[in-house]
């Protein structure tokens, strides 16, 4: 369903492959795998945001995994337009117009990821412009779901 040689796929793919959980797929349909809003390494909070939230006002189902994280990827052109990771983060791949008003609204394109010592996780940073220029942060802002459905048919040409 991913299209692996679509340039606007290149650097999200490199960089979830660069980070694939051991044993993960390359991709997935999350109708087969056991219950995917808890085994993908991504709060369930942010599973139901993305795939259940966002991805329920398409008028396709764009659920799909990538390398073990939850996606949205245009059924038709396997592009991919949405992914979730972690335990505090899901972003949208944006056209130039709908990017604008995310980021006015207060969507980032930048993420620092906090050390946690004690399980040996070593803070990060997700600088999203590594990823393509279209990306931001989702954080349940007002006006996603639009922007979700903008994603798509940008994800569509």
């Known amino acids: 369903m991913i299209d692996f040689n679509h340039p606007a796929n290149g650097k999200l793919v490199a960089n979830f492959e660069s980070r694939r959980p051991r044993?993960?797929?390359?991709?997935?349909?999350p109708a087969k795998v056991d219950n995917p809003y808890y085994t993908l390494g991504t709060h369930p909070d942010l599973v139901d945001r993305l795939w259940d939230e966002l991805g329920g006002v398409l008028p396709l189902?764009?659920?799909w995994i990538l390398y073990g994280s939850p996606v949205l990827v245009h059924?038709?052109?396997g592009i991919?337009?949405?992914f979730a990771g972690g335990t505090l983060t899901y972003a949208l791949r944006?056209?130039?117009a709908?990017?604008?008003?995310?980021?006015?609204?207060?969507?980032?394109?930048?993420?620092?990821?906090?050390a946690h010592p004690e399980v040996?996780?070593?803070e990060s940073r997700l600088d999203l412009a590594d990823i393509g220029p279209e990306w931001v942060f989702g954080n349940w802002l007002k006006g996603e779901e639009a922007w979700c459905r903008a994603a798509f048919e940008f994800a569509a040409r």
Request: proline share 10%.
């Open 23 to 29: 044993g993960s797929e390359r991709e997935a349909d």
């Open 61 to 63: 189902k764009c659920r």
């Open 75 to 77: 059924p038709t052109t």
């Open 80 to 82: 991919v337009f949405g």
């Open 94 to 96: 944006l056209p130039p």
């Open 98 to 114: 709908e990017l604008a008003t995310a980021l006015r609204a207060g969507a980032t394109t930048v993420h620092e990821y906090p």
């Open 120 to 122: 040996n996780v070593k």
